[in-house]
């Protein structure tokens, strides 16, 4: 049974910056693409940032230059770093992972942006 834990959200300023945290563990393949998405109140959920197994990588334009993605490969954990926060970047975040018979979703993460 595959798992993933989340962690690392929570309340910052405008400007401020979190690290989010993705662990999975059960039966991965060698073959996968992680990534971090959001959903705001009243919003479609939409990707902030992803990686693949072999290492490329996509960001969300809006992200682009404040985020950075990246993985564990040993851990099977992939992180987020969100620098420059703003009040539009509040939402929940989940993680993904998309392997070639499977995907499965984190629970989620609360990301709140405000002074």
């Known amino acids: 049974q595959v798992q993933l834990v989340e962690s690392g959200g929570g309340l910052v300023q405008p400007g401020g910056s979190l690290r989010l945290s993705c662990a999975a563990s059960?039966?991965?393949?060698?073959?996968?693409?992680m990534g971090w998405y959001r959903q705001a109140p009243e919003k479609q959920r939409e990707l902030v940032a992803s990686?693949?197994?072999?290492?490329?990588?996509n960001y969300a334009d809006f992200v682009k230059g404040r985020f950075t993605i990246s993985g564990e490969k040993g851990k099977n954990t992939v992180l987020l770093q969100m620098n420059n926060l703003k009040p539009d970047d509040t939402a929940v975040y989940y993680c993904?992972?998309?392997?070639?018979?499977?995907?499965?979703w984190g629970q989620g993460t609360q990301v709140t942006i405000s002074s």
């Open positions: 990686i693949t197994s072999d290492g490329n990588i």
């Open positions: 059960g039966s991965i393949s060698s073959i996968y693409t």
């Open positions: 993904k992972l998309r392997m070639p018979r499977m995907s499965i």
